[in-house]
C-alpha cells in the first residue's frame, strides 16, 4: 500500500515537472540583447512615389541590402498609392523581413497600396498632420481615365485577408484597417494613434529615432534593442534599371512608345526603309515593359540584337549610319535594364555592377554623341552644291613645244595638263592658264 502510494506521488511529480518544463521545451527561443546600431533608409516620395514594378524592385533591393548588413531597415513613405500586386510583394517582405523594419508616413501622406506596405512593419510612425487609409481598390478605364470603385467580395476579400495577417504581425487594429478597405476610410496621425494603427506621432525622423532608442523588438526569435543615430543612417539610391522600369510602367509613356513603335513598324515595312526597324522594334519592345512582359527578357533580346547590329555596321558595311546608331542605342537601353541585385557573397557585387552599367551608359551616350556629329557633317557635305575644280588662272610652265592647233604638255602646281595655244610657245616658258575647255585641255599663254 504504501509503495503504491510512493508511485502516485512519482507520477504526480513526473506530470507536474511535464507541465512547467514542455512549454518552454516546445516554444521558440527568444535570444535577447542584441543591439543593432546603425540602418539602411529608402525614401518614396515624388517623383517616385507610385507603388509600381520599379519601386517594388528598388523596395526589395533595399531590404535585402539591410539584411545582409545586418542594419535596421527604415523606410519613409509619401505616396497616394500605386499597384495592388506590387504593394502586395513589398508587404510581403516586410512581413517575412529578418531584420527590424521601421516604417515613417514622411511629410503628407501613405494612401490605398502607401499603407499597404507600412502596416506590416514592426515600427510604423506618422508625421504630425499626416495621413494614411483610403485602401478601397479601384480600376482606371485607360482611354476615358474614368475611376471605378470595386466593391466585389471575390476581389476584396483577398485584400481583407491579406492586410489583416500584416496588421496581426505588430499587434494593429485590424477593424480600422478594415474600414480603410470597405469604406476608404482614413485617419489623419492624431486618429491614427489613437485608433492604434500607428504607433508614433513624430515632427521628424530625428524625433522619431529619440523615441525609438533603447525599444527591443523580436525578429524570428532574436531580440534587437534599437540604438540608431541619424549619422549613422545609410541612405539607400535606387538603382537606374529600377527607375526606368518606373518610367515604362507609367501608362502615358507606355501608350506613346507602343504607339511610335507600332505606326514606325508599319511604316517602315511599307516604305521598305528596313534600317529602321532596329528603332522602331526598341520603342515597342520597350512600351511592352508596362503590360507585363519580362525587364529582364526585353534586356537580353536589346542587348544581343544591338550587339548584332553593331557587329554588321563594324565588319559588314562600310561607314557607320542608322545600324551603327540602332546598335548603340539597343545595348545602352538593354543594359539600363539589367537587373541590379545579385546575391552577397557573389562577385561582382552589386556596387559594381551599378558602376560598370554606369560606364556604359556614359561611353554610349559619348559614342551617340561623337557618331551624330559626324552624321551631321557627312550630311552637311552631302547637301552642298558640288564646286568644280579648274586651274584657270594658275600659273605654270610649258613642257613641249605649243604651237597653234597643236596639243601639247604644261606642269601646274606639280601636274601634267594637255595644253593648246594661239601663240608659239617654246619649252620652259612660264605660261598662265586662261580656262579649261570642254575636254580638259587647258588654252594657256605667255605671262608677257
Given at each position: 500500500m504504501r509503495r503504491s502510494r510512493l508511485q502516485l506521488f512519482f507520477i504526480f511529480s513526473m506530470a507536474i515537472l511535464t507541465v512547467l518544463i514542455l512549454p518552454s521545451v516546445f516554444t521558440s527561443r527568444v535570444v535577447s540583447g542584441e543591439r543593432i546600431s546603425s540602418a539602411v533608409m529608402l525614401t518614396i516620395e515624388a517623383p517616385w512615389d507610385t507603388i509600381d514594378d520599379g519601386v517594388k524592385e528598388c523596395f526589395l533591393d533595399a531590404l535585402r541590402y539591410a539584411e545582409f548588413q545586418g542594419k535596421v531597415f527604415i523606410y519613409r513613405v509619401d505616396s497616394y498609392g500605386g499597384y495592388l500586386d506590387a504593394g502586395f510583394e513589398i508587404g510581403d517582405a516586410v512581413l517575412n523581413a529578418e531584420i527590424p523594419t521601421i516604417a515613417y508616413v514622411h511629410r503628407n501622406k501613405a494612401l490605398s497600396a502607401g499603407t499597404l506596405i507600412i502596416l506590416p512593419s514592426d515600427i510604423l510612425a506618422v508625421q504630425k498632420y499626416s495621413i494614411i487609409g483610403a485602401m478601397q481598390p479601384v480600376t482606371v478605364n485607360p482611354v476615358t481615365g474614368e475611376i471605378v470603385y470595386i466593391n466585389e467580395s471575390k476581389v476584396l476579400n483577398p485584400i481583407i485577408k491579406r492586410a489583416e495577417a500584416y496588421?496581426?504581425?505588430?499587434?494593429?487594429?485590424?477593424?480600422?484597417?478594415?474600414?480603410?478597405i470597405r469604406q476608404a476610410l482614413v485617419f489623419n496621425s492624431t486618429e491614427a494613434i489613437l485608433n492604434n494603427v500607428a504607433d508614433y506621432e513624430v515632427s521628424s525622423l530625428e524625433e522619431l529615432l529619440d523615441k525609438i532608442n533603447g525599444r527591443s523588438v523580436v525578429v524570428n526569435g532574436v531580440e534587437y534593442v534599437i540604438d540608431v543615430k541619424p549619422y549613422t543612417i545609410e541612405e539607400y539610391s535606387c538603382s537606374v534599371r529600377s527607375r526606368f522600369i518606373s518610367l515604362l510602367t507609367n501608362s502615358y509613356v507606355a501608350n506613346v512608345l507602343v504607339t511610335i513603335g507600332l505606326l514606325g513598324t508599319i511604316f517602315a515595312l511599307v516604305s521598305g526603309r528596313l534600317t529602321v526597324l532596329?528603332?522602331?522594334?526598341?520603342?515597342?519592345?520597350?512600351?511592352?515593359?508596362?503590360?507585363g512582359v519580362s525587364a529582364n527578357l526585353v534586356s537580353i533580346f536589346l542587348i544581343i540584337l544591338g550587339a548584332v547590329?553593331?557587329?554588321?555596321?563594324?565588319?559588314?558595311?562600310?561607314?557607320?549610319g542608322v545600324l551603327g546608331i540602332g546598335g548603340i542605342l539597343l545595348l545602352a537601353f538593354g543594359f539600363a535594364l539589367l537587373p541590379a541585385y545579385i546575391p552577397s557573397g557573389v562577385s561582382p557585387s552589386p556596387e559594381y555592377i551599378n558602376t560598370v552599367r554606369t560606364v556604359i551608359i556614359v561611353v554610349t551616350v559619348f559614342l551617340t554623341s561623337i557618331f551624330s556629329i559626324m552624321i551631321y557633317k557627312v550630311v552637311?557635305?552631302?547637301m552642298k552644291k558640288p564646286v568644280e575644280f579648274t586651274p584657270a588662272g594658275k600659273k605654270g610652265r610649258a613642257v613641249d613645244w605649243l604651237k597653234p592647233g597643236e596639243i601639247g604638255f604644261v606642269k601646274v602646281e606639280g601636274e601634267y595638263w594637255r595644253a593648246v595655244s594661239d601663240e608659239t610657245i617654246?619649252?620652259?616658258?612660264?605660261?598662265?592658264?586662261?580656262?579649261?575647255?570642254?575636254?580638259?585641255?587647258?588654252?594657256?599663254?605667255?605671262?608677257?
Open positions: 496588421s496581426h504581425r505588430a499587434g494593429r487594429n485590424f477593424t480600422a484597417v478594415e474600414l480603410f532596329p528603332l522602331t522594334l526598341l520603342f515597342l519592345l520597350l512600351g511592352l515593359v508596362s503590360v547590329l553593331l557587329a554588321i555596321e563594324l565588319f559588314v558595311i562600310p561607314g557607320f552637311k557635305v552631302r617654246p619649252p620652259g616658258t612660264e605660261v598662265i592658264v586662261v580656262e579649261m575647255l570642254e575636254n580638259g585641255v587647258l588654252k594657256v599663254r605667255k605671262t608677257t
